[in-house]
């Protein structure tokens, strides 16, 4: 069902409208929303988790403690415990040339921050966002995916109970929705979704000249080294591959290894999805794809690449199972780079394996396609993770292992070029929906008279000395 175009700018003028009365909320204010937040999230925890399991089919609710919850509480008490000192303004002296002015960059909300959450960690990437925008002194209209109906109709119904609608309020609907949503004249839109996608959100925010930060995909590598520790690296690739069932922005999407390996890491990666997940037709703590349409894209990747001379290597001991969306693990050997597979996002839990030779070779072809939005390189020499590093641009990197430089409130979170622009989280996030605005104060003496018209002999002297002393 779709909401009326008028709803939703009534909704946005009345977020505004409060926004003007209020426009820089002291810490005590921001504060409370943080704490509104914190409060919701420990009460709504169990309800929360059994709506986002029902609208996968089955999504552990392990996992969803451990990939939503916890980063979402965190990263709510981060902000509580840093926010008041990123609010301070930021004093500096200018060049010598303006002694005695001063200069400060006063942090200032924007206003009013669009949200659109995606389907596959949707309490999270609606809690991250949401925290930065608020601890930044801003309201925030959230847009929850249509794909996750429980859940996203579950949080809606809750922060409406947590907050006053001048301050947070959610919008549900399908995609003509989302459509209108992310043509509203926000102060600043954050989207994360498909690259696909994103064309159209970034289009659509440009009409009004809304800043965008967008966080997308892309194929993120996983680089086994010559010098790392291999059945770890192992054992770190399928846990970032298949928490959620591969569903994840930042899991894994293809291996690069040494070439005389390929036959042990299929070896060490049967042995370890055994372990990981015994008896995994029954087991409850394998998620399922999140929808039919999801499920047969994933099939028709792996088929389609089989088809063109790909080979499948099955991981534990489940079959597809198409009643119950369940896709077990799978790698693919002898893939090309014009397979499907090795094109676009796989977003799911079939994993190719591409040898190389060199390390040059690997750095090579991950700097000759589009910058991914992660990067994961298992190696223990500290030169050779230095130049790979050096050789090579990720939205972020995890080394010696996968996923948690998501978690990390000192370092932001973003793309680069094909994967995204901008970036959130702690600080960086502060700042993303904040206007760090610079202000000059000129002192009450002061030479600027001096450099005024008309311009004589003294003007030239001084300004000649200026321009040597640069």
Known sequence: ?????????????????????????????????????????????????????????QRPTEETDLLEFFPSLSSVRHALKKGRGWMRPQRSLPGLTFLPARNVLIPQPLGVIGIIVPWNYPLYLAIGPLVDALVAGNRAMVKMSEFTPSFSALFAEQIAKYFQPNEVTVVTGDAEVAQAFSSLPFDHLLFTGSTAVGHHVMRAAAANLTPVTLELGGKSPAIIGPGARFDNAVERILFGKLVNAGQT????????????????????????????????AQSKQYASVISDRQYARLIGLRDKAVAAGAKVHLLGDAADDASRRLLPPQLLSDVGDSMDIMRDEIFGPLLPLVPYDTMDEAVAYVAAHPHPLALYLFEEDGALIDSVLARTVAGGVSVNDTLYHIAQHGLPFGGVGPSGMGGYHGEAGFRTFSHMKPVFRQARLNGAGMLGPPYGAFFHRMVNMLIKRG
């Open 1 to 57: 069902m779709s909401l009326p175009d008028a709803s939703l700018a009534e909704r946005l003028q009345q977020l505004r409208a409060a926004h003007a009365k209020d426009p820089t909320p002291e810490w005590p204010a921001r504060a409370k929303r943080l704490h509104a937040l914190e409060t919701m999230l420990n009460e709504q925890r169990h309800t929360f988790a059994a709506a986002i399991s029902a609208d996968f089919g």
């Open 249 to 280: 922005c930042i899991a894994p999407d293809y291996v690069l290894l040494p070439r005389a390996r390929m036959a042990e890491f299929i070896d060490v990666a049967k042995r370890t999805v055994t372990k990981m997940y015994p008896q995994l």
